[in-house]
């Protein structure tokens, strides 16, 4: 079994890169193969152009931070953070002002002498942090660093480790499975699959132009449409006609692949919904509201348009107390900008960054 396929892969000085991908994918592979706790049966690594694969973890000036932290349970703060430097026989007299200097970019100053079990779940996490920062290593490594929080205090988290690592300047590749830590922290996101890259780029790139239908449907969410393009009708444009009788106006620039057809994608935020009476005489689908899931700052309609498709729909909610504007059984129509959709090229090829 390959758990690694031909991943070829540049890690920019100073960047922040995401590895995001569902469980089994590589991913850890891939942090384990860099740290040198796994040894690949063929390719390479190279950190500040110097070949690395050959040599064992500790000759390789690397930290790592793993989902649960590995704190020692009996060491203060203080104690945890130095353990590394000791273990390196740093002198003695370096080590208190390397860590406090750990301490205080970790917002740590003044817990040293305390014990990991009288610290929060954040605090722990931070120490963990100032413990792989002490070593000044020439890349941080992060396997799933906020998975052991809490949603609010994960949140918390992301702003800082984003600050503190921007502070810092350090290469940093971290693991993560959730979507939005990786938009919310990365530069650049690498999203695996099946062992294999599929896709890297900036959050903005990975979320608005993925390139195949796994990397829209890993990230957030996305109506799917196939079809192939019908011929001009007189003086009209050409369209789509999909598989359920929909006819849709093609993407700018839309080509369809070897076999005739077109996948694209439409996200739910770029949907438009109003209700049917209001809505006659403009251009949109019909359909009727069948689900309603009311989310705070967003509402999610699923809107089962004629032809039986079901469309997602995410309207935000701009007006303080208000409800879901639709109920389940309303007519409705949905609408969106020809330049909302995006072509899909799932031609299942390996790409390198």
């Not at 890169?17 to 469980?23: D, F, N, Q, T, V």
């Not at 649960?68 to 430097?85: E, I, K, Q, R, S």
């Not at 002198?91 to 860590?99: K, L, N």
């Not at 209001?278 to 019909?286: D, M, N, Q, S, V």
Request: charged share 25%.
């Amino acid at each position: 079994m390959v758990a690694v396929d031909r991943l070829d892969l540049a890690v920019r000085p100073g960047e922040l890169l995401a590895l995001l991908g569902p469980s089994g994918c590589g991913k850890t592979t891939v942090l384990r193969l860099i740290a040198g706790f796994e040894a690949p049966s063929a390719g390479e690594v190279w950190i500040r152009g110097r070949r690395v694969d050959g040599l064992r973890p500790a000759q390789r000036h690397l930290s790592m931070v793993f989902q649960h932290y590995a704190l020692f349970p009996h060491m203060t703060v203080y104690d945890n953070v130095a353990f590394g430097l000791r273990m390196r026989r740093v002198p003695r007299a370096e080590i208190p002002t390397r860590v406090h200097r750990a301490l205080d970019m970790t917002r740590l100053a003044g817990l040293g002498d305390r014990l990991p079990r009288q610290l929060s779940g954040g605090q722990q996490q931070r120490v963990a942090l100032a413990r792989a920062l002490v070593g000044r290593p020439s890349v941080l490594l992060l396997d799933e660093p906020l998975g052991a929080l809490d949603k609010k205090l994960r949140e918390e988290m992301q702003v800082e480790l984003r600050d503190l690592q921007r502070r810092v300047g350090i290469t940093t590749i971290f693991v993560t499975h959730d979507q939005e830590e990786a938009l919310a922290l990365s530069d650049r996101v690498v999203v695996m699959h099946a062992g294999r890259l599929v896709q890297v780029g900036t959050p903005a790139e990975i979320y608005e132009r993925p390139r195949t239908s796994f990397v829209a449907g890993f990230i957030g969410v996305a109506n799917f449409f196939e079809g192939r393009i019908a011929p001009a009708d007189g003086a009209g444009p050409p369209r789509i006609r999909t598989e359920d009788g929909l006819l849709l106006s093609p993407p700018p620039g839309a080509a369809p692949s070897p076999d005739g057809t077109l996948r694209f994608i439409v996200r739910p935020e770029k949907i438009e919904v109003g209700r049917a009476e209001e809505e006659a005489g403009r251009a949109g689908l019909p359909g009727r509201v069948e689900r309603v899931v009311y989310l705070g700052a967003a509402t999610f309609y699923d809107v089962r348009l004629e032809g039986g498709r079901v469309v997602r729909v995410q309207a935000p909610n701009r007006r303080t107390g208000a409800e879901a504007r639709f109920a389940p059984g309303d007519a409705v129509t949905v609408a969106w900008a020809e330049d909302a959709q995006w072509v899909l090229h799932d031609d299942g090829d390996a790409v390198t960054a």
